[in-house]
């Protein structure tokens, strides 16, 4: 509840000046980077704006996101009831890794964890949104590591969408209760804006009801954030950013011993100049910290026992980029720059628990880094549009180390430190769009991309129930190659259909690879117990991919429609120890993904209903256990009832299907969100 009261004080601080005040102003700032690049017209992108994020069923990023077909999580789970850990995000079937392999962002700056690679939701309410840029297909050559499978860019609210309060509070389903509010002050040298959110539920029982024990119980989550952003303009074409985030996020899994927390503070800061030599530099600090425990039930689901408490997870991020924008003629934009990110972070635990308490502690982390240079040139003549982007980066990890120690006698049992590394990868982009006609784009892309490991991957060995992993200090990087073609049509007003096929490659692709079966000691991870399995993280030789997706959108007067499919097949490709796994399809990766959304809207009220579904997936890297495919249907209506008040419903899985999220061994079911229904007020003057 730290930041349980947060919202209300910010909200009773509104004034009536500040409104007055406001209105007179002159905003010529914008709070945003440079401009989008032109040869951003070659590539699969899809944009989603301010007003479809503010009006999915959750009221969460995850589901804006889902809008875009082929973009996942690891688990089907979000971030209500997910472990943290579990949340890396990808695209184009790149996915049977819990670290993110699309590159996620906030008005530039990395959003992953610097120790795991996942993403942290909660920190990102919708309110402080104002558009979502989603490019599928690797971008190493210009935003740099990361973005093997793509990049999404996520933009703050400007002064264009701002009002002085903004304020929207629902309860929902099982006590739940979400609420966001933000007070921003306009003025012609820039805006300010401070917002806060806060939402908690008691939760649902994970685990379906034909399966559960005594053990299972329902697994609530308490989730705050706040935000401050500062823009003013230092000279007529110069602007500088300055952005300050604190969230908190603790949820719990739904047995005793499974709670999970994450904290974070973030600043940046940004200048930006749009003068005849446009340029922004922009420099930035991650901090964050991690825990969480973990439990073994027994056979029967009566009892849960804790196999491990990972108790402090401190991890530090920190980079810059500079970016030059020099006027090199007519039709041609030139980007030239350099970008770093420093990474360090370290994991705690307590484990091997004897009568209840433990009796080993661990240590494992170290550091890694990057550094590139870049260039990108757009080419605009008549009906063509070129791009073509370049770089090299160099990498090290540092400091790698495991070190374990007997806690009642202090003695050390594992003491591993690893040798430094160090390499350079050189990576890019080329795109070719022809446009014959107004209603008729054609695109074509080939690129290459890379990422580091995590320090995650690298060092900490982990649980889930029965299972567990150990980690590979010596993993390498990953690779993808890839290319994509396709053509964007738009025979009518308000009408507009793109449809892409590609090919992907990613080479040494990470993933957890199972070597055999409990009872036994194994290296890295100690005693697996009986139907549990023994795995560790390696590099396979190579996965590829080939699929399509299909995307439209129409407006059609009050109504309108848009949908999104993506098909993919993926095939390992695996030799050595790994080599049972040649052909078969990764882990927790579906081969086809459907979202669909039909909106009105009028003076009396507006409303939408999207539909989405899921293919199976396996849920296990032999693809031995399939989670059954899933379709949901979320919902929203707003009732204006006077100027800047409007009453809202929200559905979430409004049939209650059962969206299946894990599957063990034992066969017990995990299931995503039920139904969640919600009731509200939105509030804006």
Do not use: C
Not at 237 to 250: C, G, I, L, N, P
Not at 464 to 484: F, K, Q, Y
Request: no cysteine; charged share 20%.
């Amino acid at each position: 509840m730290r930041f349980a009261l947060l919202l209300p004080a910010l909200l009773a601080s509104a004034s009536p000046v500040l409104a007055a005040d406001a209105e007179e102003a002159m905003i010529i700032v914008t709070g945003k980077g440079l401009k989008d690049l032109p040869g951003d017209a070659a590539l699969s992108l899809v944009v989603i704006e301010r007003d479809r994020i503010l009006s999915t069923g959750s009221n969460r990023l995850e589901s804006v996101l889902a809008d875009i077909a082929g973009q996942q999580q690891f688990r089907r789970s979000d971030s209500r009831s997910a472990n943290a850990t579990s949340q890396g995000i990808t695209l184009r079937g790149l996915g049977g890794n819990a670290s993110s392999r699309a590159l996620l962002m906030l008005d530039g700056v990395p959003q992953a964890d610097p120790f795991g690679g996942w993403i942290a939701f909660p920190s990102f309410a919708t309110g402080r949104l104002d558009r979502i840029r989603v490019t599928r297909g690797g971008g190493s050559g210009y935003w740099g590591p990361g973005a093997l499978a793509g990049t999404i860019e996520l933009e703050s609210a400007g002064p264009a969408t701002l009002t002085p309060f903004m304020g929207a509070i629902a309860y929902g389903s099982r006590e739940s209760l979400d609420a966001q509010g933000s007070l921003a002050l306009k003025r012609d040298g820039g805006f300010a804006v401070v917002s806060a959110a806060y939402g908690r539920g008691d939760g649902f029982i994970p685990i379906v009801a034909r399966n559960r024990g005594a053990a299972d119980r329902p697994a609530p989550y308490e989730q705050a954030s706040a935000n401050l952003r500062v823009v003013v303009k230092l000279a007529p074409d110069t602007e500088a950013q300055v952005t300050a985030t604190a969230f908190t996020d603790s949820r719990e899994r739904g047995t005793q011993f499974s709670r999970n927390t994450s904290e974070g503070v973030d600043a940046a800061l940004r200048l930006v100049g749009r003068g005849r030599w446009g340029w922004q530099a922009l420099a930035y600090v991650q901090n964050r910290n991690f825990t969480s425990d973990f439990a073994a039930v027994n056979a029967t689901r009566s009892a849960a026992t804790q196999t491990l408490a990972q108790f402090n997870t401190p991890a530090t991020g920190w980079g810059g980029r500079l970016e030059l924008a020099p006027p090199v003629g007519k039709g041609i934009t030139l980007r030239l720059g350099a970008d770093t990110r420093q990474l360090q972070g370290a994991t705690n635990e307590l484990f091997t628990y004897v009568n209840a308490a433990p009796t080993r502690q661990r240590e494992a982390g170290g550091e890694t880094s990057n550094s590139g240079l870049f260039a990108d040139a757009s080419i605009e003549t008549g009906i063509v549009t070129a791009s073509l982007s370049a770089r090299i980066d160099w990498w090290a990890i540092r400091d790698g180390r495991l070190l374990e120690t007997t806690i009642a006698t202090g003695a050390p049992f594992t003491t591993l430190r690893f040798d430094n590394r160090s390499g350079q990868e050189f990576t890019g982009r080329a795109g070719l769009a022809v446009k014959p006609a107004d209603w008729l784009t054609l695109r074509s892309a080939a690129y290459r991309g890379w990422r580091l490991p995590t320090l995650n991957e690298l060092y900490r060995p982990f649980r889930v129930g029965p299972d567990a992993t150990a980690a590979n200090a010596l993993l390498r990087p990953e690779r993808v190659t890839g290319v994509d073609a396709g053509f964007t049509l738009k025979p009518a007003a308000g009408i507009e259909i793109g449809v892409t096929g590609f090919w992907n490659r990613m080479d040494d692709t990470i993933a957890n690879v199972t070597l055999a079966s409990g009872p036994g000691s194994f290296p890295g991870v100690g005693f697996v117990a009986a139907g549990g399995f023994y795995r560790q993280r390696q590099n396979l030789d190579a996965l590829t991919v080939w699929g399509w997706e299909i995307d439209g959108r129409a407006t059609l007067g009050p109504f309108g429609l848009t949908a999104s499919w993506s098909h993919v097949d993926p095939a390992i490709r695996a030799t050595g120890a790994a080599a049972v796994l040649n052909g078969l399809a990764p882990a927790q990766t579906p081969r086809d993904q459907f979202s669909g959304t039909v909106d009105f809207s009028s003076k009396r009220f507006s409303a939408s209903a999207t539909l989405r579904n899921i293919a199976s997936q396996f849920e296990d890297d032999q693809n031995s256990r399939s989670l059954a495919a899933a379709t949901m249907v979320d919902a929203l209506i707003l009732v204006p009832i006077v100027a800047g008040v409007s009453l809202e419903g929200r559905a979430e899985n409004l049939f209650d299907a059962e969206v299946q999220a894990a599957l063990a061994g034992t066969g017990v079911v995990e299931r995503a969100l039920p139904r969640t229904l919600w009731v509200g007020a939105r509030i804006s003057f």
